[in-house]
């Protein structure tokens, strides 16, 4: 190796945090939350006021909790309970479901966190 070659791998390396914060953490605070129950309505909640909300799912009914401009699954009806171990939603384009109980809460900002999520 050259000391050309030593150079621009430290340099890539110095260059690495630089990028990563600039592209790859970016966090928006939430200002809304777009919440899908069983039928396909949409409503949308501002996350500025504290309250608890029920939605009505095939199994039963899904409290969401929004608090300190949050949001999350307090409770459901379903099985396995990964919506309310998703914990708080608070960054722009953040996502949580209850598939067995068909609720979902997407939550949106000026700054998105991803662009799109593939599964």
Request: net charge negative; proline share 5%; charged share 20%.
């Amino acid at each position: 190796m050259t000391r050309a070659d030593i150079f621009v791998i430290g340099f890539t390396l110095a260059l690495l945090p630089f990028l990563y914060s600039t592209y790859w953490n970016r966090e928006g605070p939430a200002e809304t939350a777009h919440i899908m129950d069983q039928s396909g309505r949409e409503f949308t909640v501002p996350l500025s006021t504290n309250q608890q909300l029920s939605i009505e799912g095939p199994l039963g009914v899904s409290l969401v909790e929004i608090k300190d401009g949050q949001i999350r699954f307090l409770d459901s009806p379903c099985r396995g309970k990964q919506c309310v171990h998703a914990g708080w939603l608070k960054q722009s384009g953040e996502f949580a479901a209850c598939l067995p109980n068909r609720v979902s809460i997407t939550v949106s900002g000026k700054d998105a966190l991803y662009d799109s999520i593939n599964f």
